[in-house]
């Protein structure tokens, strides 16, 4: 208990720290609904479902009820904005452990996430595994930067949605538009995946950029099969 409190503190300081205009709702204060599917209406709850995950929630299910916020005005011109000094960072949900719960949309966006680390595993998640869903979701305004340690570890990746997956995972029905840069294994949607992944009605719009392996919707597919269906890019994918 006392563990889970003081990860919920740091959190919590860290991201006040970085904008006060966010404070993490408390993991005891989160909302379920009838199926024990944590709500999500404002980027309080947001950042407060992704401290549960941190706290060791790793199969919890995450549903949007509104549209959310985190920063406006991310992506100007097709580029960063160049006042980013306020923007609420994001800690990709599932960065040190990996989520395997299902996060549903609804059908609903989150606009403006902003990633600028230098870490391994970056997007709107960092890391996922098992039976882990993302569906009926729109990322939008977003920036996601990050630089691979691929001489640490190859199990990494930057995307849109995902950094790197592993188990079964299942995208369905998700968009992200902005800006998603990198190092090794950059995708508009997925970094990297090791094991089979299944998307659906997936699309991209923007800028995807990477040293080596860069895809607009997956950098890189290892070991198992990539089932796409209805895919859209629209945009720009490079390396040099």
Known sequence: MLKKALLSFIFTAFFSAANAAITPTPVEDLRTDSEDCYLIGTADELYGFAA???????????????????????IVGGKLSSDSSSFQQWAPIGNQA??????????HSISGLYVNAQDNNLGMFGFVSGDAQVKNLKVVDSYVSGANNVQSSVYCGVGGIVGFATGNFVVNKVSFSGVVLGRYYVGGIAGQSVTPITMNDVSFSGTVSGYTEVGGIVGKQGSGRLTITNASFNGTARAP
């Open 52 to 74: 549960l995950i941190s706290q060791g929630r790793l199969t919890a299910c995450g549903k949007l009820t509104e549209n959310i916020v985190v920063n406006s005005n991310v």
């Open 98 to 107: 990996p989520f395997m719960g299902i996060f549903d949309g609804q059908n």
